[in-house]
Structure formats: structure tokens, C-alpha cells
């Protein structure tokens, strides 16, 4: 998401931090530069005309050029426009009674699965959800709906197959609802493309009928410039509220979120940033300039990591490392764990200067078919195995090859990173500094989030990217400590 736009701003921003003085040439350069940038990651030709109109408004300012550091100055401003054109605040849902939620959007936007994930949210957050399917079309859109909802545990009301009238399934809903005692009814609709006249045109007497406090518009992110025609015609033919954007982590340039906020002027209420029903996660706007901008988001992700890790699960593995009894099942569960957070990179990609680091990580550093091999080999093992690594002579390492489907020079890998993590962990300097980084994710406690914490260290808040290198098996060229398996 946005990896196209960060990775050209960075050089520009990292060439402006650099000039003790600045000069109409440096602003101009530095525009020119932006303005490609926005333009090659899609966003809307006017929108990219006003940011820069606004930011060279305000970099050529008395106070800039007065200033101590007047680069970092710029890139303060292109900040706080950034965060502007993405809406400023971070808007909350509307869910004040009778917390009547309509999501609307074009074919294969993923309505039906946003929805679900929304209902798994809200009901986290302690609300009583519950979901209506209202798509009467396409086929199987209520059967599809309705394994979502058994999936996230919430009620979902199913219409007749033969019922077409779109309002007289909402009037049944509601009667079902109230027998249900939700607080909040999420209805889910068909798929509209914005020139069809007729389907929109039910969908506004399904809107008028139940003047919901949030009608929220579904836009696949990647649709790039026809998204932003697409929320101009449902915000003028119905009048949308807010916005869903999903596939974020299938879009490097993420043109259409800044398009789409600037040229609505609704908000952006929530993104969508994986498969998984939890991966639906609130819009910052702030949190996501400085993503945009290489600063990271390490407030997210620690609500990420706070939400998906076993806390006494990473305790009792980071009590072992400590003691140095650190075998296979613990990595085994550190592996789990970490799969649990999703994507690797996109993780990875919430740490600030993760842009720099990760130009010089070796190929597929990042990948997370590693992870699946490397827990196919531990899965191939004996308990025994697991337990005492030692015993794992030439034989055994061909029958885990074979039985992993994988090769023996993966396995010899697999044991000899394990085998120096073994003795790193045996060293009590070293450990004491890794179960210090690893007090950074757990709140002060003695290892929140086990062998992953150690992305988290180096003061002040910030993570300790040598670290982060040698854990991905790239730190200082290839050539630095023991590079961790996983």
C-alpha cells in the first residue's frame, strides 16, 4: 500500500532534510518531484494541482525560511497537507440508534466480506451487530453472506430467494431484528455499476426508506482514477457518508484514497489490508501521511500486535529464551504467532526508515513462503527432534527434506540459524539487550510479544533497525551477526 509513492518521495525528502538553506530552486525541485510522484501513483490531476498549490503557498513562507533546519521544515509541512488531504481527524462510524449501516459500492468492490469483517469488529468492540443481506442477484450472494456471519459469530438475516422488492426485505429485517436485540444492523447490497440507472435508483428508495446514519461507500482501492468517479455518482445519486477502502495490500500506489477523500470530501472510515476477517482496521489520516512519508506507523502496529498475540503465550516464550531453553516448539509457536499478524512485509512496512532497510535485505527476505517451509520442516520433526535439535544427524535431516517438501540445504539452514540463535541466547550480554527491545511491544514488561519484540527496541520509542537487519538475514551488507530463522 502506497509503496510505489513512499519509496519516490523518500530520495526527495531525504535531498530536502539535507540542505542547510533553503532556495526557490530547492522548493521548485522538490514540487516538481512530488508532483510526478502523485500523478505515477494515480491519484486525481486537480487534487495533485491544489496539494502542490497548497504546499508551495506555505514552503515559501518568512517563518521556513528563517528556520533552524528549514528542510525538515518543508517535509513538516508536506506532512501536515498530507495528513489534510487524507481528511484531516480520524472520522468515527456513526452508530447512534438505530445504528442502521448501508454499504453500498460497485461489483467485486467486496461488500459482502467487508461487511462481515465489520460486524467481527464492532462486535470486538462490544456492540451486538448483526447482518441483513439485501443482494437479491447475484447468485449465491446470500448463502455467501450468510457462512460469513457463522464465521464471526453474528446473526444474519436471509430474505426469501424469490423476494425481488428491496424495501420489503428491509421492513422484514427489521421486524427479525428486533427479536434479535442487536444494536447495530449492517445491510449489505448488490453490486451497482454507476451507470445503471435502475438498480441505483432502488438502492436510493432502500436509502430513504431506512435513513441510515452511516451509508458507506465499498471502492476497491486498486480501481485507481474510476474510483473517483465512481464515489461522485453514489455521493450525488444517493449521498454516502464515508468511505471503505479495501485491498489495500494488493495496491502499491493507493492513488484512489487520496483522490477519493479530496474530491468527496467524505471521510475515509475504515481500510481493508488483507483476507482475514481482522483485517479491517480503523483510517488515520495522520498515521498513514507518516506511512506514506517513511515515517512508520508504530502506533498501529502495536494495536495490531496487541490484538492478535497470546500475551501469556509471548511470557512464557520469552521466560525461555531467557533461561536458554529456547527448543523447536517455542519456535514453533513464535512462528505461529507471527503468522497470525499477517503479511510480513506490510508489518515490517509500518516501522519508520523500513523504505531504507529494506533495499538491502536479500531477496525474498521477506517472503512468507519462508515461514511455511521453515514450519514445514519443524512439523516434519519428532517430538524428540524438537526437543534436543542436537540429535538431528545427516539421516533424519534427508527425512525432514523429503517429509517437509523441501531440500536438504533448507533444512542445514533451518539448524544452523537455529543453532547460533541457541547460542546468542546463551550469551547473557546479548540476551540482555534482546529481552530489552523486547520489553518495547509488551508495555514494560519482560517480553510482550516473544522473538518478534526484538523489531521494537532502540530507544525513544523508535525500532532498532541494525536489529530488524540481522533478523531478516541482511544486516550490514549480508555480513553481520547471527541471522535469525524466522
Not at 447475484?138 to 460469513?148: D, G, N, S, V
Not at 539452514?413 to 550469551?427: D, I, R, T, V, W
Not at 523486547?438 to 519482560?446: D, E, F, I, T, V
Request: proline share 4%; aromatic share 4%.
Amino acid at each position: 500500500m502506497f509503496s510505489t509513492l513512499a519509496d519516490s518521495l523518500d530520495k526527495t525528502f531525504r535531498n530536502l532534510r539535507g540542505v542547510g538553506k533553503i532556495s526557490d530552486k530547492n522548493i521548485s525541485d522538490a514540487l516538481r518531484e512530488v508532483r510526478l510522484s502523485l500523478l505515477e501513483a494515480d491519484v486525481e490531476l486537480g487534487v495533485v494541482k491544489d496539494f502542490i498549490a497548497n504546499v508551495s503557498i506555505k514552503a515559501q513562507g518568512t517563518d521556513v525560511l528563517k528556520s533552524i533546519k528549514p528542510g525538515e521544515q518543508i517535509v513538516k509541512i508536506f506532512q501536515d497537507e498530507l495528513t489534510n488531504l487524507l481528511g484531516g481527524d480520524q472520522a468515527p462510524i456513526n452508530l447512534n440508534a438505530p445504528g442502521y449501516v448501508l454499504l453500498c459500492g460497485l461489483n467485486g468492490a467486496g461488500k459482502t466480506t467487508t461487511a462481515a469483517k465489520l460486524a467481527l469488529r464492532l462486535k470486538k468492540e462490544g456492540r451486538r451487530p448483526l447482518l441483513v443481506a439485501c443482494d437479491l442477484y447475484r447468485p449465491a450472494a446470500i448463502e455467501q453472506l450468510a457462512k460469513l456471519a457463522e464465521q464471526v459469530g453474528v446473526p444474519c438475516y436471509k430474505p426469501d430467494p424469490s423476494e425481488k422488492n428491496l424495501v420489503k426485505v428491509a421492513k422484514k429485517a427489521l421486524k427479525w431484528a428486533k427479536s434479535e436485540n442487536g444494536t447495530v444492523i449492517i445491510f449489505d447490497t448488490a453490486g451497482r455499476q454507476e451507470l445503471d440507472e435502475a438498480l441505483l435508483d432502488e438502492l436510493k428508495k432502500l436509502h430513504k426508506f431506512l435513513n441510515p446514519g452511516e451509508t458507506l461507500l465499498v471502492a476497491d482501492s486498486a480501481t485507481g482514477q474510476q474510483a473517483v468517479s465512481v464515489a461522485q455518482t453514489f455521493d450525488e445519486k444517493i449521498g454516502i457518508t464515508g468511505l471503505i477502502l479495501t485491498k489495500l495490500d494488493g495496491d502499491a500506489r493507493g492513488g484512489a484514497a487520496l483522490s477519493m477523500r479530496a474530491v468527496t470530501g467524505k471521510p475515509i472510515k475504515y481500510i481493508g489490508e488483507g483476507e482475514k476477517m481482522e483485517d479491517l482496521a480503523e483510517f488515520h489520516p495522520n498515521r498513514m501521511a507518516d506511512r506514506i512519508l517513511g515515517m512508520g506507523d508504530v502506533v498501529s502496529m502495536v494495536e495490531q500486535v496487541a490484538d492478535k498475540i497470546d500475551e501469556a503465550q509471548a511470557m512464557k516464550s520469552a521466560k525461555r529464551m531467557q533461561s536458554g531453553k529456547f527448543d523447536f516448539n517455542d519456535f514453533l509457536d513464535q512462528m505461529k504467532m507471527i503468522q497470525s499478524l499477517g503479511p510480513l512485509e506490510g508489518l515490517m512496512g509500518m516501522l519508520p526508515g523500513f523504505s531504507k532497510i529494506k533495499k538491502q535485505l536479500p531477496t525474498g527476505a521477506l517472503d512468507d513462503q519462508r515461514l511455511k517451509h521453515m514450519e514445514a520442516i519443524v512439523l516434519s520433526m519428532t517430538p524428540q527432534e524438537r526437543a534436543k535439535p542436537i540429535i538431528i544427524k545427516p539421516g533424519r535431516r534427508r527425512r525432514l527434506a523429503a517429509g517437509s517438501g523441501t531440500s536438504l540445504v533448507k533444512v542445514n539452514q533451518l539448524l544452523k540459524q537455529f543453532g547460533q540463535m541457541q547460542k546468542m541466547m546463551k550469551s547473557k550480554s546479548k540476551m540482555k539487550g534482546m529481552m530489552e527491545q523486547l520489553g518495547g511491544m509488551g508495555g514494560g514488561g519482560g517480553g510482550g510479544m516473544g522473538g518478534l519484540g526484538g523489531l521494537m527496541g532502540g530507544g525513544k520509542g523508535m525500532p532498532d533497525m541494525d536489529g530488524l537487519e540481522d533478523l531478516l538475514g541482511g544486516g550490514k551488507g549480508g555480513k553481520g551477526g547471527p541471522k535469525l530463522p524466522f
